[in-house]
Every structure is written in C-alpha cells, then in structure tokens.
C-alpha cells in the first residue's frame, strides 16, 4: 500500500510539473518580441484565442468606412489580426502625428537615465534665457517636468514654436493646455547630449527594437513617419514598461510616471501619454473638464498614443495587448484633434471582437 501511494505521489508531481511546463512555453501566454535584424513576425489565430469570428469582418468594414489605412492587433507580442486597406502596404510609411509625442517622452526619459536631464531644472537652463516671449520671471517656472505635462502656461492657440508665439497665458503647473510646446524638449535633448535629436533617439530607442522611420521637423508640427509594424514596435516596448526582450530601453519607474497622471489638473494626462478610466478628462483646444473616462468602451487601464486624424497606438496590459491604426481622418470635418468620438466607436466593434 505504501509503495502505491509512493507511486502516485511520484505521478501527480510529474503530472503537475509537465502542466507547468506546457503554460510556460505556451505561445499564446509568453511574452514575444521579434527580431530586430528580419520581418518575420509569430502570429496567433483569433480563433485560438476564442474571439468572435463572425464580428471581425464587421470591424474590418468599420475601418474601412472610417479610412483607414492598416489596423494591427498584437497579443502578447504575436500578431492577431494585420489588415492594411484602399492600397497601403505593410512597407508603406504613414505619419504618426501628435502619436508621435509619446516616442520624445520616451527619449527624454532615456536622457533622463544617463543623467542628461533632469525634469525638475528649469528649461533656460538648456536653452538659454529668452527661449520664449514670456516675462524672465515667468518664463523661469518653466520646468522640464511642464513640456511633458502640458502645463508650461504659454498660450496654446499658437501652434508653431518660434519665440514670439511663445507667449503667457498662466503660471506653469497652474493650467493645463494641449499644444506643440513639448517640441522643445528635442531641443534640450539636443542640447543636453551635444547631438542632434534624430541622431540621439535612432541610437538610443528606433535603432534598439529595430523600427524603420524618420523625423520631419517642420516649420509647425514635429512628426515622426513609420511603417504600421514599427508604430507596433513601439506599443510593444510601452507594453512592456520600457523592455524590449531583455534590455531595459527606458527604465520602469520613467515609464510608470509616464502612463499615470503627471500633474493635478488633467487626470488623464500623462507624460505625452493619454490615460483612460480616470475620474475626468480634458481634451485639446478647450479648458473644459469632462466627467468620465476618455474612451468609455476601452478598458479602464489603457494608455495610449493619439496623433490627429486618429492615429492610434491603445496599450492594454490587462489584455496583453497592442492595437495601431493609421489613416485619414475618420471624420474629415474634424480631422485636427488627437482625440475623437472614434475611439468610442472604434472600440465598440473590437469589444464585439474580443469579448
């Protein structure tokens, strides 16, 4: 009897450590991230993770209504679902807009980690005195820390960063306005590492988990140019809090601060990042306070990257999950705002999906 009851032990041990086995090494659940040096690319069924079959050709009719031009979904790293629509490719590139900001709070936390930067020393410090039209006085409140929150208090009805539209409106840390001023931290980075911006981000993040992509520093707008799988590189990386495999590109506690409200005034509001499910919301262009999460039909812990005419990266890590889109306007009546009625809609039919 003994001898029985040894045996079974021995049994449902190697029965119990072989069940573990199988989850570790299961493809669905470990984290994936693919190679830097080729395309390939591991993907999962939508089925094998027991989505809707028969709601996913409604989202793709979705998309294409709404003029977009590629849609990926990954999970775990793998890609569930690619669609790229009206004659965009995979290796066609595409702009992210203000998406975009999210990459130079990135790099401003990696020059932040070697020392650089310092978020609470004042911009002049960088830049010169006279950086901007304000008064000495009240251009020197201006933190590093405010062109990452939105809350430097120059006047955000005058888009294009040059000195003389740089003008007071408030105190920073006082109000919170949605604007391009966050351009000047390529400038303090710039300053800082003693090279040019695209040179220090390409070597220290796009060259690191392998994107494709160029900067276009315009006359107004700062906008970063990629191709669908890399914008998903890059979800995939803030998914991973700042990992990318087993290198740490940004460290943890940056990119936490980074996906949490970053000053007392737009809770939904991070460094560069939007954040759902919090109490309240401010959008672009008004000081108005609405009550709610930002995009009601998505998870309460998604952060995500949002450029205008609805360039999309939503991060999910309750999911394990990355969503891009990359397109035209949904609406081309209101195509110059970084958030929209979209993304409600849009995650209407990725719930039919995925639920």
């Known amino acids: 009897m003994k001898n029985f009851i040894l045996i079974l032990c021995i049994v449902l041990v190697s029965s119990c450590s072989n069940n573990n086995e199988e989850v570790e090494l299961n493809p669905t659940t470990e984290m994936y991230f693919p190679s830097n040096s080729n395309s390939n690319w591991e993907t999962t069924s939508s089925a094998s993770l027991g989505w809707n079959q028969s709601a996913i050709q409604p989202l793709k009719d979705f998309l294409i209504q709404k003029n977009t031009k590629s849609f990926l979904i990954l999970v775990n790293g793998r890609i569930v679902m690619e669609e790229y629509f009206n004659g965009h490719t995979a290796t066609d590139t595409w702009e992210w807009n203000s998406a975009g900001k999210t990459l130079v709070a990135t790099t401003t936390g990696i020059a932040v980690q070697e020392g650089l930067v310092n978020l609470n020393t004042k911009v002049s410090n960088y830049l010169g005195t006279e950086w901007t039209s304000m008064p000495l006085p009240k251009e020197d409140l201006i933190q590093v820390r405010n062109l990452l929150t939105m809350t430097a208090g120059n006047d955000?009805?005058?888009?294009?960063m040059i000195k003389s539209n740089i003008t007071y409106i408030a105190d920073a840390n006082t109000r919170w306005a949605y604007s391009n001023v966050f351009q000047k931290l390529t400038d303090v980075i710039a300053k800082a590492s003693n090279k040019?911006?695209?040179?220090?981000?390409?070597?220290?993040?796009?060259?690191?988990i392998g994107m494709d992509g160029f900067w276009n520093f315009g006359a107004i707008f700062t906008i970063y140019h990629s191709t669908t799988k890399s914008m998903a590189r890059f979800g995939l990386l803030a998914l991973n809090k700042g990992k990318w495999n087993n290198e740490t590109i940004v460290n943890e506690s940056f990119f936490n601060e980074s996906v949490n409200t970053s000053q007392n005034i737009n809770p939904s509001y991070g460094y560069l990042w939007w954040l759902n499910g919090k109490s309240s919301a401010m959008i672009p262009g008004e000081q108005t306070v609405f009550q709610g999460s930002l995009v009601p039909n998505a998870p309460a812990d998604m952060y995500a990257a949002m450029g205008a005419s609805d360039q999309r990266i939503y991060v999910i890590p309750s999911k394990k999950m990355v969503i891009v889109r990359m397109g035209n306007a949904s609406d081309p009546s209101n195509p110059n705002f970084a958030v929209s009625g979209f993304d409600n809609a849009l995650w209407s039919k990725i719930n039919a999906v995925i639920k």
């Open 156 to 160: 955000d009805s005058k888009q294009f």
């Open 196 to 208: 040019p911006f695209e040179n220090y981000f390409n070597e220290k993040l796009k060259n690191k």
